[in-house]
């Protein structure tokens, strides 16, 4: 990637304690000038937008007063110069060549995204926490890279897309846009995600998730993976391992609550995980 033929377009919302971890780790071995980062601060009443200041100079900070993800992404595909664009999560972890390897294969020929693969820290969580995740990983969606929080999107990509909408389920969104087979699955790339703790907050977070896919249905009819499909795979899968059975238990369990929670409450609130989101002894000054 040159200076300028590749730009990170990264929202923030109060995300202060994991912002910096965020561009050390994805800017460790770029070179001068590469890529073009845009963070979007959104609706922020900390110090996001003076930690990105202070620490990375190089990177360009918007400050946007509502609190909205995709006003934010959009805010920041308006403002990049690049021809393609990686749009990633603030709490995310992707090293530079993982970066440069999505926005490579965004870039072949016919194709307008590429995703790599999800690896979990489950790091101080409850021990039902790491049972979900020891069954969430098994399934067969993931398999086939994960389409979230690491995307990148070719100039032909970015142009059938246009500009997001206001939902929840953004990565669903655009998931549905871009026909599978214009999806280039990196396997070599991984990038890392912080669980929750707490079983509170895992519940609340994969309740976010249900509420935003049924109001993505409702509003966008679009192309949907298989879910009863998937949902039979990750059965066989489990089912062939004894190992994994009384973790399904308590996968079957969360998501059940999730559920349940998220028809009791229909509006758009945003249940972010703050379970990993604490000063860390170096950042508290």
Known sequence: MNARSSSVVIPAHNEETVIGRTLEVLLRDA???????????NGCSDRTASCVRSRFPSVTVLELEQASKTT????GLAASHGDAVLLLDADIELQTRDARALLAAARRPGMEAAIGHMDTNTEGAHWMVRAFYRVWMEHPYLRKGKFAASIALSAAGLKRV????EVTADDTYLRCMIPADRVAVVDSVRFLVRTPRTVRSLVHVRARSYRGNRELAARYPCREADSASEAQGLLKRVAARPALWPSAC???AVTLAARHLSRRDTGTRWERDLTTRTLSASQDH
């Open 31 to 41: 070179r001068a000038g590469e890529p073009e980062v845009i963070v979007i601060c």
């Open 72 to 75: 934010a992404i959009n805010a």
């Open 162 to 165: 246009g500009s997001l909408p």
């Open 250 to 252: 308590i996968y079957l």
